[in-house]
């Protein structure tokens, strides 16, 4: 049964019938019966047509350096072409866990911090940056006739200064540490392993995502009896 959500492995097929199509021969009876008739071609191509938006996509997502804000606007293009990915793409998405965070960093990043809600900021307190404390405020000002004046319009515009927030370009908007987990698990749980217990699956898939952090000094040192 497919997934909704497979759309990457539906792509590669597609790719996959388009590459070898132009090989079988149409008059070859043998094959007649089970390859696509050209309405059906048609419709493949406008569906591959389609998806390579969905792909274009799914790659940029796994790229580094991506922020909150890059991932809306790839997600707001795409629901232009694809409306009905909205179930899951949409800002409102049932699958979305903290909308409100998520609302409130993608306007931060886009420099709308005067349209966050009660809400939004409350959820964006642990990041916001303290004040800078006021310089001479004590300090008597010059004699000035304006002086009064000139304080109350230099209050406003610092008031008018928009909250700043830290660390918000730095949270990664897809979880590519854990579907590179799932990749690893496949390729280490093969036909011939359906047998391994979970146990050693997990001790191996913890070694190997770790691999940076270990080598074989490090077992090494591990094994060798302790004087």
Same mark, same amino acid.
């Given at each position: ?84 990915m909205g179930k899951y793409l949409a800002p409102d998405a ?21 349209? &966050?809600?009660?809400?939004?900021? *409350? !959820? %964006?307190?642990?990041? =916001? ?5 006021? +310089? ?44 590179? &987990?799932?990749?690893?698990?496949? *390729? !280490? %749980?093969?036909?011939? =392993? ?5 146990? +050693? ?27």
């Open positions: 049964m497919r997934q909704d959500t497979r759309w990457s492995s539906i792509f590669s097929m597609l790719k996959r019938y388009f590459r070898l199509r132009e090989f079988p021969s149409a008059d070859d009876e043998e094959l007649a019966d089970i390859l696509p008739s050209r309405t059906t071609h048609r419709q493949l191509e406008e569906l591959l047509s389609k998806l390579r938006c969905v792909e274009s996509v799914s790659k940029m997502l796994q790229s580094d350096g991506l922020t909150l804000l890059d991932a809306r606007d790839l997600f707001d293009g795409l629901l232009e072409v694809r409306p009905s049932d699958i979305i866990h903290a909308q409100a965070f998520e609302a409130a960093v993608v306007k931060v990043l886009a420099g709308k911090t005067d349209e &966050l809600t009660a809400r939004e900021i *409350a !959820v %964006l307190e642990p990041f =916001r940056q303290p004040e800078a404390a006021a +310089t001479s405020a004590s300090a008597a000002p010059p004699p000035d006739a304006n002086g009064f004046a000139r304080r109350i319009l230099k209050h406003r515009n610092l008031s008018a200064e928009p909250v700043r927030y830290k660390l918000l370009s730095a949270i990664p908007p897809t979880s590519n540490v854990v579907e590179r &987990l799932f990749s690893v698990a496949r *390729a !280490v %749980l093969r036909l011939e =392993r359906h047998r391994m217990s979970p146990l +050693t699956l997990e001790m191996i898939l913890f070694l190997r995502i770790n691999a940076n952090f270990w080598n074989v000094g490090t077992v090494d040192s591990w094994l060798s009896p302790t004087v």
